[in-house]
Structures are given as structure tokens and as C-alpha cells.
């Protein structure tokens, strides 16, 4: 479909492993974010991409969170050293810098579960 | 964190309307109210907007009262399929602006 993509959908990792999500955004939009979700809680923002540069990467929780978009198109955001409180859905988001409603388009996010 | 405050839950009877208040009483002149939605296990999705006048689309109604400090999302008529988590956020029009959530409002729309 025309929509925003993202994989994998579900990932199991084992405390202290690597792990890399990945985002499509749709075709033409600029701006791309990442929210991590926890269960019950709403969206956090993590980072934002427009184009191939990171502007503000304010809510990225610790040094082990590395969010990249080299052609500005799709999106990897790697987790290093991954930990339990690491589980949580990774949301990608995309959107045109003008648009008439600013709307956000959401992928349906990466549930990431650590053991 | 989120400039708006929203009840933790709510329910209503399938076919009623559903009128989901939302408090944004520090809102500044240039940002509007979005409403967007999550059903389980989706990610949100853009419901309206609006600034200061009332806004209707074939989703729902955004009536913003004049002072702008609170609004209220309407669904006319209610069906099992908007049982969803719905989120009331304040910002600017621009698409390089994110959103803040805060807790949302988890509506049950019942049989």
C-alpha cells in the first residue's frame, strides 16, 4: 500500500543484543519521527528527520538509541545493548513540511519485547 | 510534556453520540487542536483539526469553545469499530512540528 511501513512487525531480543527497526515513510514526505510507545501509555517522541537531517533528537532516552535516514528517505532507528525497559512499540510517522491539516501519517510500529 | 488534559475513560452506547472533552487552557494564538485516535494494536491516526472555528469531516465534529481553552470531539453516531484511545493535542500547522501526546482518553462504545 501508499501508507507508511514499517519492519519487523514483532521482535524478540535477548538482553544486551543489537537491534535495528526499519521505516518507510510514504514517498515524497519529508519529515519522518520515531515515538516509542509503552504499554498503556501514549506515544513519546524520540527523534525527527527532515530530509537526511536529524533536527532534533531530544527525546532519544540514552546514547544507545542511533536513528539514521542517509537519503532521506527510509528510516533505521538501532537500539545497541538492548534492555527490559527497551520493550516497548516503535512508531514511525511521516508527513509533507506543508500540508493544509499538518496531519502525521503512522505506521503500525515494531513491538520490540527484551528478555 | 502534553498542554492538554483529557479524561482517563469513557464509554457510550453504539448509535449515540460520543462527546469526548479535552482542556487546553495554555493554548497560544498560532497552534490548533488535533484529535487523533489509536485502535489496538495500530498506530494513531489523524481524526480533524481545527483553530478557532467549529470543524466537521465525514469523521467526526471539533467544536473549540471561543476563549480556545477547551473543545470537545464529537462522533455522531457512535459504532463498535471507534473503541479506540483518542488524543487531544495542541501544535502548530507546519509538518515538521511533533506531536505531544499526553494519556488520551480510552472510549468503549458498547452494544
Known amino acids: 500500500g501508499a501508507g507508511v511501513s514499517q519492519s519487523p512487525r514483532y521482535k524478540v531480543a535477548k538482553r544486551g543484543q543489537d537491534v535495528a527497526l526499519r521505516c518507510d515513510p510514504i514517498?515524497?514526505?519529508?519529515?519522518l519521527f520515531w515515538y516509542q510507545q509503552a504499554l498503556g501509555q501514549g506515544p513519546e517522541f524520540l527523534t525527527y528527520?527532515?530530509?537526511?537531517?536529524?533536527?532534533?533528537k531530544s527525546g532519544l532516552p540514552s546514547d544507545r538509541f542511533f536513528a539514521e535516514r542517509p537519503e532521506g528517505s527510509v528510516s533505521t532507528l538501532k537500539i545497541q545493548r538492548t534492555q527490559q525497559e527497551d520493550s516497548a512499540v516503535y512508531l514511525c510517522?511521516?508527513?509533507?513540511?506543508?500540508?493544509?491539516?499538518?496531519?502525521?501519517?503512522f505506521g503500525e510500529g515494531s513491538r520490540l519485547t527484551v528478555l | 510534556d502534553a498542554k492538554t488534559t483529557q479524561p482517563t475513560s469513557m464509554d457510550c452506547a453504539e448509535g449515540r453520540a460520543a462527546n469526548l472533552p479535552c482542556n487546553h487552557s495554555t493554548i497560544s494564538g498560532n497552534e490548533y487542536v488535533y484529535w487523533y485516535r489509536q485502535i489496538h494494536s495500530q498506530g494513531p491516526q489523524y481524526i480533524i483539526h481545527g483553530l478557532k472555528n467549529n470543524e466537521t469531516n465525514e469523521m467526526a465534529s471539533l467544536i473549540i469553545t471561543e476563549d480556545r481553552k477547551s473543545s470537545t470531539l464529537i462522533l455522531p453516531h457512535a459504532t463498535l469499530r471507534d473503541t479506540a484511545v483518542y488524543y487531544c493535542?495542541?501544535?502548530?500547522?507546519?509538518?515538521?512540528?511533533?506531536?505531544?501526546f499526553g494519556q488520551g482518553t480510552r472510549l468503549t462504545i458498547n452494544p
Open positions: 493535542i495542541v501544535r502548530g500547522l507546519q509538518g515538521a512540528q511533533k506531536l505531544v
Open positions: 510517522a511521516s508527513s509533507r513540511l506543508e500540508s493544509f491539516t499538518g496531519e502525521l501519517f
Open positions: 514517498s515524497g514526505h519529508v519529515s
Open positions: 528527520f527532515q530530509n537526511e537531517a536529524q533536527l532534533d
